[in-house]
């Protein structure tokens, strides 16, 4: 079955550090992987997507399917960037399939 | 444009009860899903509609159903409510043929 995992719910750092939050899927085919991100009283938003080789807000995740996993990294974390992060997985490339989401992780960047 | 909305926003019912929530997409999308959020969870796949039929559907039973209208705007209903339905539930939109879906600001159900 597919499967997102992400193995840590909180994640603490202090602003400046460098972040990674984990994530790992389980998929025998050619996944399409999401990062999206939810401030605190905002709604779920996508920041970024494996395809499309971006970087957003300073934040970059590279697909490695010998190891199955996608992690978000950025540099140096700000205090803005304290939000809950969630890994998504779509089966159906190149259509809006369904979504599936690993449990979440929670950052927090303290000043 | 206000992107996706749902309503109503909270909404408190009894074990075995019906409900039914309601989400208009954002100008342009034609595609509607519907995900069920538990608390500390990730939001899970209940189903998506396009061009008014279930296309894709999770692992949720029968007492879950939706239906989408000629404007994109669609229902998600549940029947016999149970304890284990509390939940959050988001609709989010999308244009047929593109990656990014787009969130509403989900409706928090209670059963009680």
């Given at each position: ?111 | ?55 894709q ?33 988001l ?6 043929g593109l ?5 509403g ?8």
């Open positions: 079955a597919q499967r997102v995992t992400q193995p840590e719910k909180l994640l603490s750092v202090f602003k400046g550090a460098p972040v990674e939050l984990k994530c790992n899927y389980s998929y025998s085919g050619s996944p399409e992987l999401f990062w999206y991100v939810q401030y605190s009283r905002q709604r779920l938003q996508l920041l970024l997507r494996h395809i499309s080789r971006e970087s957003i807000k300073g934040f970059t995740a590279d697909l490695n399917k010998g190891e199955t996993s996608f992690h978000l990294k950025k540099p140096f974390a700000q205090e803005e960037d304290s939000a809950m992060y969630y890994c998504a997985l779509t089966l159906f490339p190149g259509n809006t399939g369904k979504l599936i989401f690993g449990q979440g992780t929670t950052l927090q960047v303290k000043p | 444009d206000a992107g996706v909305t749902q309503s109503p926003t909270h909404l408190i019912k009894t074990r075995g009860q019906q409900v039914t929530l309601r989400c208009s997409p954002k100008s342009g999308h034609d595609t509607v899903s519907w995900y069920q959020q538990a608390l500390g969870q990730g939001p899970q796949f209940i189903f998506q509609y396009y061009e008014e039929e279930e296309r559907r999770g692992n949720f039973p029968d007492r879950f159903s939706g239906h989408q209208f000629p404007n994109y705007s669609s229902e998600l209903n549940v029947n016999a409510l149970l304890l284990g339905d509390s939940a959050l539930y609709c989010a939109s999308s244009s047929a990656y990014e879906q787009y969130f600001p989900g409706t928090r159900l209670t059963v009680t």
